[in-house]
Each structure stands twice: as C-alpha cells, then as structure tokens.
C-alpha cells in the first residue's frame, strides 16, 4: 500500500474516533439530566464509548450485513428502556432514547461515508459495472445497484431500523410501567 492509502485509512479512524467521542459529550450530558445525578457524566461519557465500540465490532463482525447492529438495537433498547423508564418524564426518556439510536448507528454512517469517500477520491462508485465488480447483485435496481447507492440506501435503511427498533421498545417498555 502507498503512503496516500495509510493516510485515508488513518483519516477515517480519527474522523470515526471523534465522532464516537464528540457525539457522547451532550449524550452524556442528557442522560446526566435524565436520571438525575448530575456529577456521573463521565460514567455516562465512559458507558457510551463502550456503547460505539461494541457497536463498531459488531459492524466489523456481520461484514457489513448489519446483522448484529440490528440486533444490538434490540439489546439497547431493552437496557435503556428498563434503565431510564423510571428516572422521568416519558418525553424525556424517549428523547434521549432516540439521540442514544442514532449514536449507536455512527459506525453505520461511517460506512457511508467510505463510499463518498471514495466518490471525493475519483473512483467510479456511480458505475452499474463497478456495482457489480464490486459484488451488488444484479437485481438491485439503478441507482442502488452502483455502490454509492448501495452504500448510501444500507446506511440510511439500518440507521432507520436501529431507531425505530431502540426507541420503540424504550416506548413500550414506558407504557408498559405507566399500566403496571
């Protein structure tokens, strides 16, 4: 590999390592709020670097199928829901559930951001042929089928289904103590 090429792959794991530590600072902070112990921010800062590393080996661990990221929004949601359901308002509590969806999906969109990465780069990612080269399917219809769309329709399907998925069963599991 040339020197460029070690330059692209370092530039991405910092920009990926000050997303994943620059978006928990106001998580932190809501989740401060949220339960109502306000000196614990960097326990909370500490849980959800453990939360976007997790989530990062389980992107590298379904090889970009989402498998597990999927999955994993079951697991957060489920442990938030139980965990913040009784510390304040439901509004509250299904607000930071959702900023917690969308922090947990950051691998996702830097899966993403590799394809317009290399868009910026000059490869051919708009190319049917390079889509297919690459592995797409020839079923996948344009524009899908050439690999910035695939990359781009994955990123933004998983970071839909993450959220929809943590956050509705944090909401379900509100409901379910409001009833019970």
């Known amino acids: 590999m040339e020197a460029s090429e070690y330059t692209v792959i370092v530039l991405i794991a910092v920009v990926n390592l000050a997303a994943g530590f620059g978006c928990a600072v106001p998580i932190a902070k809501s989740l401060r709020e949220v339960t109502g112990r306000p000196k614990r921010f960097f326990r909370y800062f500490a849980i959800l670097i453990a939360i976007y590393f997790v989530e990062c080996v389980a992107f590298s661990a379904g090889m970009a199928t989402q498998v597990f990221s999927i999955g994993l929004a079951f697991v957060w949601g489920i442990v938030f829901g139980l965990w913040l359901r009784r510390r304040a308002s439901a509004l509250k509590v299904l607000k930071t559930s959702f900023f917690l969806s969308l922090y947990s999906s950051l691998p996702t969109a830097s899966f993403g951001f590799l394809a317009l990465l290399a868009l910026f780069v000059g490869e051919p990612v708009l190319s049917a042929a390079k889509g297919a080269s690459f592995g797409i399917p020839g079923f996948v219809p344009c ?20 959220t929809v998925i943590t956050t509705g069963i944090v909401s ?9």
């Open 172 to 180: 379900l599991l509100i409901h379910l103590k409001k009833e019970g």
């Open 143 to 162: 524009p899908m089928n050439t690999i910035l769309g695939f990359f781009g329709i994955l990123t933004i399907v998983t970071i839909v289904f993450k």
